[in-house]
């Protein structure tokens, strides 16, 4: 597995750069051409999705960690476009965990897809883990 964080990439257990590329659209192609990279962990935490797009069209596993901000001077916090934009484009499970459990705009944008909490005793590491192996399953289902 890969992951990309703003504060590095890594590849399996390797640290492979550190810093990260500046975008996560970068970033998600740095560890799309490693052929030792099987499935993908990336962290977004801000809004230049809008700008760059995801290299990919589609994804099995989205966890929203966070809450929405409320609007300040009438304009809405960016990361409800881009929360919009995964949503969107999330194929499989949604999670969510801390404020994001009681956001009224998150839960907004959902819609109709029902979205798995996750239990305060658990880490997000660990649910990060549990989803990658979940994404490993379905993808050697798939094959």
Do not use: N, Y
């Amino acid at each position: 597995p890969g992951a990309a964080t703003p504060s590095r990439l890594v590849v399996g257990a390797s640290i492979v750069s550190r810093p990260p590329p500046a975008t996560v659209f970068d970033q998600a192609m740095v560890l799309l051409c490693d052929p030792s990279v099987d499935c993908l962990l990336i962290e977004v935490t801000g809004p230049d999705l809008l700008r760059t797009g995801l290299p990919f069209d589609r994804f099995d596993l989205l966890h929203i960690g966070r809450g929405l901000a409320p609007p300040s001077d009438g304009v809405p916090d960016p990361m409800r476009q881009v929360l919009q934009m995964l949503v969107d484009h999330c194929q499989g499970e949604i999670r969510l965990s801390g404020p994001a459990i009681s956001d009224a705009g998150v839960r907004q944008m959902l819609g109709t897809r029902k979205a798995h909490l996750c239990p305060e005793a658990a880490t997000v590491t660990d649910w990060h883990a549990q989803g990658l192996h979940s994404i490993l399953a379905a993808a050697e289902h798939r094959a």
